[in-house]
């Protein structure tokens, strides 16, 4: 993981301290609430439906035992002793009051955390692999490009005040954990022929509103100039993104009107007179911040563990926790492993102080001290020996953390809704609660197999429904909470949008819904060994929609 | 009335003044600061009077219209509509950066201190404050922050890990 310099530390402590500045001037009415918004919105402080709301940043999903305890600290002083992982990989607090925010970033800067520009209309925090450095399959580990952007995005003086919010994704793997697709910008980690690093560079894409799959603008982009080509990005968009509507001013609507050959004219017209200039990345700079990560220091183990073996056998929740929670590693003997946030009934992402706590000395036990935050909303351990897992297992189990639902359908990924947000058409949290209620039975959940499953509350899209398997929408009918559902949306290198299946549904028919989909799915598939998105792609949308409606129309 | 800063100090009367209606109906002598139509239209006549000009540039305005204008210009104004306005950021760093613009650079608008330390990054070198806002109190904003991670005006250089150049830019 990154360790901090003095410079680093020096920038962290100056901006709280100028966020205590300002938060006193808008308490003391020397600064207007339209002032102090957009200053509050790039320290995470939102006002939402019944408090402040504070997003703190974890930069690429990394963080270690150390700041997860202070996170469980805050949670308890400041908050009502939870906190919630969001699908940005952050993490929320949805009780603090205002005047204390500037000390919760105080107790956070000590230990090298922030809250800088985790919401307003700037460049936000970059969305990674969680199994960056670790995953097999992986061509660049991205995690030193994503703290080279870290650093480059962070208070830019020209880009603060962008027409919206600006989200990168970078993806070192061609698996495309990070949803490259799906951003503002995504970077794919590919070699030209005389294997120098470099990037593929897609522009465009998004969910919300108007959900677009980006569009390539560059094929190869040498790693050198990965900052200045996103400084010829951002400041064509900063000129020229629409800021008279708020819902046509992301990036892809600039790239839409102007057409994707103009839109690349013109990044590729403003980067000649960056390319090769002071901001070009030299390999002394991408070896200095490389220098900064530590590495875990890896035993020489074998790739079989007897233990393991044994343990597998006899224990049968075990055996499927190992199944659906245990990822390959690229080092003999080790595993990543998703410590699942979707029990059900509770909400998903949310976790306790006390689980954080008990995380945190697991992951100083089993993983070298460190974790990682998922877009999934879960917790990653991500270099555990494979013999430790049963230890672990034991472990997560005693914090109620050991559900073994990675992938499947009560994995559901989901917004905050209405409970919390004052956005929101409809709540999305007990939606979440009675579809996990409805797959309780545990064989019935792993016959169904690999389902992902989204829920927003409204058209902003925080529960990424567009790209969720199955994608539940919170619509508003007359002041009622509705929920239009749709299928077929996949995440990774052939991502693709969900269709809406047909008129919205009541919230009290949602699980039925899903349970007539899964019917069909089941009914339909050609072996156990097809997914569920697989047949959807195979037969196409009509026969879940005919199922569906059959029983509404009962 | 808004108050100024210019070069990092608290300016007591504004020289500028802004020109309502035509170029026509300037007096002579006084320093006018002129909306960017105005003086593409007129330019020839506006430096015929013995009183100095400036453009004022708006958010949509595009500073490249100016690149021939570099030398003579000795204030070019940026309104910021708002503080969320970013476009006079961009504004700012190409009229340095790309056109070698070397005079004042004034950020207009109802502004508070917390833009400055951004303003001046992006060679800004005097501001106007909202009425209200205490602009001694503000001078002390362009320090806000120790070190910074980027190249810009302030800064050429990004990665020898320095702190933002002193009181020689703003
Ligand atoms: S999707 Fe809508 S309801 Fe859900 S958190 Fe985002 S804005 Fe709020």
Redo the contacts between chains.
Sequence with gaps: MYQYDTIDRSLVRNRVDQFRRQTERFLSGALTEDEFRPLRLQNGLYVQRHAPMLRVAIPYGMLNATQLRRLAHIARTYDRGYGHFSTRQNIQFNWPALARVPDILGELAEVDMHAIQTSGNCIRNTTVDHLAGVAPDEVLNPLVYAELIRQWSTLHPEFAFLPRKFKIALSGSPEDRAAVMVHDIGLKAVFDYDGRPGFTVVVGGGLGRTPIIGHVVREFLPATHLLTYLDAILRVYNLHGRRDNKYKARIKILVKELGVAEFRRQVEHEWSFLEGGPGTLPPSEIARVDARFTRPAYRSLPQVSTGLERHLRDDAAFARWVARNVHPHRMSGYAAVTISLKKTGVPPGDITAAQMDGVADLAERCSFGELRVTHEQNLVLADVERDALFRLWTGLTALDLAAANRGLITNVIACPGGDFCSLANAVSIPVAAAIQQRFDDLDYLHDVGEVDLNISGCMNSCGHHHVGHIGILGVDKNGQEWYQISIGGRQGPDASLGKVIGPSFARADVPDVIERLVEVYLRERDSDAERFIDTVQRVGVEPFKRNVYALVDQ | MHSLISKRAVVAGDPWVRLEGGAGDAPPATDLLVPLRTWLDARDRLLDRCGRVGVQLEPGDDPALLAGDVECLPLVAVHFPA?????G???G?LLRE?HGYQGELRATGPL?R?AL???A??GFDSFELRE?EDPAAALS?FD?????????VDR????D?RAPAAADAA
Aim: aromatic share 18%; with cysteine.
């Design positions: 503080l969320t306005d970013g476009r950021f961009s504004i760093r790309r508070t917390d330390f951004y303003l990054r992006c209200g904003e806000a922050f120790e070190a910074v991670y980027q190249g810009a050429g250089a990004p990665f890990r």
